[in-house]
């Protein structure tokens, strides 16, 4: 039973990674952040925002309802995990199946390499994609201290490797992931 916990900075690729390592060992993939965003979709007014403005604008609702709806998704990683054969992607991953996952992995890289990632992915100018980052990490990092009383950078401290994302591509940080754990394919997804 495989199960791998991936977090990391926003705009470091861990959604990516997590997709195409899954997609490898032939695992289940489930990422909190896609989720969530979907699900995000149905409370934000303006939809044609970028990814990031509206993940910013999300953090800006009543703290109840943030609460109530990242313990639902909180609670939804740990079920599908506890099932196994899942690489499992999300900001918080390693701290919530951190006596679950067989491997926890941490992506970091540095501000403006992020920064240009979103530029990219949102397709806006790199000065709105770096405000847009640092107002979505300092709300996310604020509010998770809040609901969960620790700073989810932390995380860094929890994992088996941490991995700067900054000069490789998806498929190398894969790849380096198969090589460190040794990991080998399941076999076919049911």
Known sequence: MNVVAISGMAGCGSSTTGELLAKKLKLDFFSVGRYNKDEAKKYIKNKNENETKRAVDFWKQDEKFLNSFHKKTDE???????????????KLAIHFLKDIADYKI??????MVRAEHIQMRDKITF????????EKEQLERENWIKMYG?????????????????????????????KKFKLKQSGPVV
């Open 106 to 111: 941490w992506l970091w890289a540095p501000m």
């Open 127 to 134: 000065e709105e994609a770096l405000k847009n980052l640092e």
């Open 150 to 178: 620790f700073d989810y950078f932390e995380q860094k401290e929890e994992a088996d490797i941490t991995i700067d994302t900054s000069n490789k591509t998806p498929e190398e940080i894969v790849d380096f992931i198969i």
């Open 76 to 90: 939804m990683q740990v079920r599908l995990a506890k099932k196994g054969n899942v690489v499992i992607e999300g």
